[in-house]
């Protein structure tokens, strides 16, 4: 049973950081794509950040320059860091897993944690 769990959420004001954990179990991060989402109250999901299967990062532009997502294979676990917070951060951020269907692609993001709170004050 494929389980994904987030930490390190929390609050913080303007221009700090933060670094968020996800473990998995049940799945090897190695082998399929982990990617972050958030979502604030009111708004509409939006996608974070992505690890591929072949170590690849990918970012929207919100976020790129700012957040840099890795992984540590020996333990199972990616990590978000996030840097030079702004207000507009602010919400619950959700880690996700997706099998590989290649070394850079991945099929649907069907596994989903319960999500982790980072309020960002001004």
């Known amino acids: 049973q494929v389980q994904v769990v987030e930490s390190g959420g929390g609050s913080v004001q303007a221009g700090g950081s933060l670094r968020l954990s996800c473990a998995a179990s049940g799945y090897t991060v190695t082998t399929g794509c982990m990617a972050w989402f958030r979502q604030a109250p009111g708004k509409q999901r939006e996608w974070v950040a992505t690890?591929?299967?072949?170590?690849?990062?990918n970012y929207p532009d919100s976020v790129k320059g700012r957040f840099t997502l890795s992984r540590d294979n020996a333990i199972n676990t990616v990590y978000l860091e996030m840097s030079s917070l702004n207000p507009e951060d602010t919400a619950m951020y959700y880690c996700?897993?997706?099998?590989?269907?290649?070394?850079?692609?991945?099929?649907?993001?069907?596994?989903w944690g319960q999500g982790t709170q980072v309020t960002v004050s001004s």
């Open positions: 996700a897993a997706a099998f590989r269907l290649t070394s850079a692609a991945c099929g649907a993001y069907n596994y």
């Open positions: 690890i591929r299967p072949d170590g690849i990062t």
